[in-house]
């Protein structure tokens, strides 16, 4: 199991995605509120400072485990990439920048990451929805995405 999972929410507490924390199946599918948290809190408070703050956190808490295995810090890598753009930033000065203060053995994944122009919520297993908080972003159920799991890796 990986270190992130079970950190609490952007917000200090669990949240109805608790649900997926501790799960490790797969492409470890169960990656904990704390990603879409983060992202949905930035993005409905207009805060790309928010963001950077909770991608950097993730990238230093959980080094480790993307060290295992790259394809899943690129899927938890995807929301915060889709909310970065919605923020009306440039997702590659972004996550370049991330990268600059993050984890050096991480620093070239985060930095090509950014640069992606593939990364979407239909290939990277997750969706914006509204509700009556306001855009929720969640995880969708891993049935429903034909296929995308394999190409998740392939192109950076």
Not at 34 to 49: E, G, H, Q, W
Not at 119 to 140: D, I, K
Request: glycine share 8%.
């Amino acid at each position: 199991m990986s270190l992130y999972f079970g950190l609490p929410g952007a917000n200090g507490r669990r949240t109805r995605n608790s649900a997926l924390c501790g799960t490790d199946t797969g492409a470890n599918l169960g990656y904990n509120a704390y990603v879409l948290d983060v992202a949905t809190d930035a993005l409905r408070r207009n805060s790309p400072d928010l963001l950077r703050a909770g991608l950097l956190r993730l990238l230093e808490e959980g080094q480790l485990e993307w060290l295992k295995d790259r394809r899943d810090l690129l899927v938890a890598m995807a929301p915060f990439h889709d909310c970065a753009r919605r923020l009306d930033l440039d997702p590659a000065a972004f996550f370049a920048a991330v990268a600059e203060e993050g984890p050096l053995a991480l620093a070239d994944m985060v930095r090509s990451f950014g640069e992606r122009a593939d990364v979407t919520p239909a290939a990277f297993g997750f969706r914006l929805v509204m509700s009556p908080e306001g855009a929720t972003y969640e995880w969708v159920d891993p049935r429903a995405l034909s296929g995308n799991f394999a190409k998740w890796g392939t192109s950076s």
